[in-house]
């Protein structure tokens, strides 16, 4: 392995000193086998479908603490879908909310890009076999190309797509496979966010679960950081400038690219982290978000106790929750519907070997 990576540099990539390992171990017990070592193929095709190998374990981790992070937020909407809170905007008292209903409008966006990244996924994890022109042409028998026959079964073997048309230059849909986490990246950077603001002490409404060593400083030991809404918030500052390295590099010269294709590779792993590690803090954090209902409401007193009566009684009575429970209600069968429908593909998916 260190030879390979130290190699790797002259090379100007990582998959030539790879494929000369591997044929001078195969020739060790196969000389004849050895000369059929990466036939047809180049280095891009290796490094391609390595990447959507590997990008197909990234998104399972992050679905599944995407799938945790919902769960947590249907629960809490459901228990609190009458309780009322203050609904803010630009920072400021607007009128009344339910938390339940709050937690479902965080939810959502969730469920959404899962659909979208399981589309996504779909399209874009494909092996990528016969990069320069020619070199699929080499796969003959009896005189006949065989090039399709063997993308197609190299695709049932990895479990990946075979794609209509090599995907060298023509990035578009593994593009948009990254353009789908950073959005996914964001929306959990807004649920952290609000969180945080209304975790402040000074609001006092939420809190990350209280456990040892969680959200603890080093100087000031009274303080309960939210670390959670912060590992969380720092992705969503990173991704975009990831995803915009992405939609950079795709006018890629002719059929192979110098220097935009290397780019793109050097982002991905940053943006996959990004979205695993949000999801990640979000699924350990909102099971066991703490609520303080009282405060919401004493909050939501204070402020009616300063308004004139007209004003209290027409955007600040705690009766509007009720009409948002009804709305809380009507989202959660929508999400819990759209949630089952996701599972049933993936299963469906799976029994057929479906990216």
Known sequence: MAKIVRESGRAGSIAIPLVKSLKETVGLFNKEAAGFVHFGSTSQDVIDTALALVTRNALDLIEADVNKAIAALLALAQRHA????????????????????????WAAPLVRSLQRLQSSAGNALSVQLGGAVGTLAQMKKNGKDVGPQVIALMATEL??????????????????????LGLLVGSLGKISKDISLMGQYEVGELAEPSEAGRGGSSAMPHKRNPVACMVALAAAQRAPQRVAALLAAMPQEHERALGNWQAELAEWPGLLMSAHGSARAMAQALPGLQVDTQRMRANLDGLRAVLPQEAAD?????????????????????????????????ETNKTKGMP
């Not at 209600?329 to 593909?345: C, E, P, V």
Request: glycine share 4%; charged share 15%; with cysteine.
């Open 159 to 180: 479990k990946l797509k075979a794609p209509a048309f090599t995907w060298h230059t023509q990035r578009d849909e593994w593009v948009a496979l990254g353009c789908e």
């Open 82 to 105: 009458a309780d009322p809170v203050l609904a803010r905007t630009l920072m400021q008292p607007a009128s009344v909310t339910s938390f339940g209903l709050k937690c479902a409008g």
């Open 314 to 346: 027409e955007w600040f009575n705690p009766a509007l929750a009720q009409h948002a429970a009804e709305l809380t209600h009507a989202q959660l069968t929508i999400q819990r519907h759209a949630l089952a429908a996701l599972n049933q593909q993936a």
